[in-house]
């Protein structure tokens, strides 16, 4: 009983750090919506209709959210798939219009000939999520299943085994 409550407080101590580095890394994400003003600030490619440019598990980083009207020819953006909003596609900006007084964004992706209706415009500000800034090579891996539960596990895994490990030494130390 006594080492029972003698061990209390570094169970303690050990469950704080462990939710403290939780908190951690979601502020980091957290960081990443506010700094590139976006709820979706990271996305992993998924086709290669942006190849050579973008590959398959590339992750990207994306930023203005809320910089549909600063878009421009050439820019990579993310957007809502227009035609029934189902899917999210990165493609880039090949022409911009207007209809009605609003602009409207047609994009193609870099390895398809022509732009796709329904898939490639009428992209509107509804549709916008934001701009590609950087892009990190295959990186995007480690983002989806049953990758990204391994990896969850590789880091987890060793909190409860150092808890353990941790706890026993000071009792052998008493």
Same mark, same amino acid.
């Given at each position: 009983?006594?080492?029972?409550?003698?061990?209390l407080?570094t !169970? *303690? #101590? =050990?469950i704080?750090?462990f939710?403290?580095?939780?908190l951690?890394?979601?502020?980091i994400?957290?960081?990443?919506e506010i700094?590139?003003?976006?709820p979706?600030p990271?996305?992993?490619?998924s086709? =290669?209709?942006m190849?050579?440019?973008?590959k398959?598990?590339?992750?990207?980083i994306i930023?203005?959210?809320?910089?549909?009207?600063?878009?421009?020819?050439?820019d990579?953006?993310?957007?809502? #798939? &227009?035609a029934g909003e189902?899917?999210? !596609?990165v493609?880039?900006?090949?022409?911009?219009?207007?209809?009605n007084?609003k602009k409207? *964004?047609?994009?193609?992706?870099?390895?398809?000939?022509?732009?796709i209706p329904g898939?490639?415009?009428?992209?509107?500000s509804?549709?916008?999520?934001g701009?590609?800034?950087l892009?990190?090579p295959?990186?995007?891996?480690?983002?989806?299943p049953? *990758?990204n539960?391994?990896?969850?596990?590789?880091?987890?895994? &060793?909190?409860?085994?150092?808890i353990?490990?941790?706890?026993r030494k000071?009792t052998?130390?008493?």
């Open positions: 009983m006594l080492d029972e409550k003698s061990r407080p !169970i *303690i #101590k =050990d704080i750090v939710v403290l580095g939780i951690i890394i979601i502020s994400y957290h960081y990443f700094e590139s003003d976006n979706l990271l996305f992993v490619i086709s =290669d209709t190849l050579p440019t973008l398959i598990n590339d992750l990207v930023g203005d959210g809320h910089g549909f009207n600063s878009t421009k020819v050439g990579i953006i993310v957007f809502n #798939k &227009p189902d899917r999210i !596609i493609h880039r900006v090949a022409e911009i219009t207007s209809e007084g409207i *964004i047609i994009t193609k992706g870099d390895s398809s000939p022509v732009s898939v490639d415009f009428p992209i509107n509804n549709n916008f999520i701009k590609v800034k892009v990190i295959q990186m995007g891996i480690f983002l989806i049953p *990758i539960y391994v990896l969850i596990g590789l880091i987890l895994s &060793p909190i409860p085994i150092v353990f490990f941790h706890g000071k052998v130390q008493q």
